[in-house]
C-alpha cells in the first residue's frame, strides 16, 4: 500500500459546521449557544458569532445522545471513511522478538520483558497498520511532528509489515487498544529499513538503554521525511 498526499479528493470527508458551547452565570445555570464555524483556509475554521438556543435545538441534541451519536475512545483523533488514528501515551511494553539473524538473536534475552515506548500514532485502514512516534508525552494536535517508528517489521511509510498478524475484523473506535495490543504482541523479526533510530548503538542496546533509564529518549527518534505531521497524515490518501 502507498500513501500519496491528496487534499482534494477524498471522500466521506467530514467538514466542520457548528459548534455548541454552553455559558454559565455565576448562579450556576447553563446557556446554550450554536457558533457556525466559518472557514479561513485548508482544513481552518474560525467561530462565528454565537447565536443562543432553543428548545428545538435542544431536543434535537437530545435525539442524538440518545442513540445518534457515536463515542470514541478519549485517544481517538479521527474515524472516517474506514480509517481511525489514534495516539498511545508512552508506557511500558512487552516486545517479542524471533529473530532470522543468528547475529542479532541476543536481543531475545529482552522477550516478555516491559520496556519504556516512546508515544505513539496509529492508523488502520483496509487491515493494515501505520505506526509513527512522537516526540512529546500529549494528546498530538495537527501541527504535530511525526518521527520514525523505531521498531523492525516496519517499511519506509510507516507501514507495518504485517506478516501473520491478523487486525481485529471489526475497528472499534471506542476500543483502540484491541489493535495497540496486537502490534506489541506481533514477534519482530528483523529491520525492514536503514534508519531505525538515532541510538548510536544496536537495536538491542537501545531497547537496553531505554530500560536503564526509565524512558525512551526522543533523542533517538528520526524525523519523518515524506509525512512529516499529523495534519499532513490525515490529509493523505491511501490506495493499494
Given at each position: 500500500m502507498n500513501i500519496e498526499s491528496d487534499h482534494s479528493q477524498q471522500e466521506s470527508k467530514?467538514?466542520?459546521?457548528?459548534?455548541?458551547?454552553?455559558?454559565?452565570?455565576n448562579k450556576g445555570r447553563g446557556y446554550p449557544y450554536?457558533?457556525?464555524?466559518?472557514p479561513v483556509g485548508e482544513d481552518e475554521f474560525t467561530f462565528g458569532a454565537p447565536i443562543q438556543g432553543s428548545a428545538d435545538d435542544l431536543r434535537a441534541l437530545?435525539?442524538?445522545?440518545?442513540?445518534?451519536?457515536?463515542?470514541?475512545h478519549e485517544h481517538v483523533l479521527s474515524n472516517?471513511?474506514?480509517?481511525?488514528?489514534?495516539?498511545?501515551p508512552a508506557a511500558p511494553r512487552e516486545l517479542m522478538f524471533n529473530v532470522r539473524v543468528s547475529a542479532a538473536a541476543g536481543v531475545q534475552k529482552l522477550n516478555g520483558k516491559a520496556i519504556p515506548q516512546p508515544p505513539l500514532l496509529m492508523l488502520t485502514q483496509g487491515g493494515t497498520l501505520y505506526v509513527y512516534a512522537l516526540a512529546e508525552n500529549k494528546r498530538p494536535d495537527v501541527n504535530t511532528k511525526l518521527y520514525k517508528a523505531p521498531y523492525w517489521n516496519m517499511f519506509e511509510d510507516g507501514q507495518m509489515c504485517m506478516g501473520t498478524v491478523k487486525l481485529?475484523?471489526?475497528?472499534?473506535?471506542?476500543?483502540p487498544e484491541a489493535v495497540t495490543k496486537r502490534f506489541f504482541q506481533s514477534n519482530f523479526s528483523g529491520a525492514s529499513r536503514q534508519n531505525i533510530s538515532n541510538h548510536p548503538r544496536s537495536?538491542?542496546?537501545?531497547?537496553?538503554?531505554?530500560?536503564?533509564q526509565g524512558a525512551f529518549d526522543p533523542a533517538w527518534l528520526v524525523e519523518e521525511q515524506k509525512i512529516k505531521t499529523v495534519k499532513e497524515l490525515m490529509t493523505c490518501k491511501f490506495t493499494h
Open positions: 467530514l467538514t466542520p459546521g457548528l459548534a455548541l458551547i454552553f455559558y454559565h452565570d450554536k457558533l457556525p464555524l466559518v437530545r435525539q442524538c445522545l440518545d442513540g445518534g451519536i457515536t463515542l470514541h472516517s471513511a474506514g480509517v481511525l488514528l489514534w495516539w498511545v481485529p475484523d471489526v475497528i472499534d473506535a471506542q476500543n537495536h538491542q542496546e537501545m531497547w537496553q538503554d531505554a530500560i536503564k
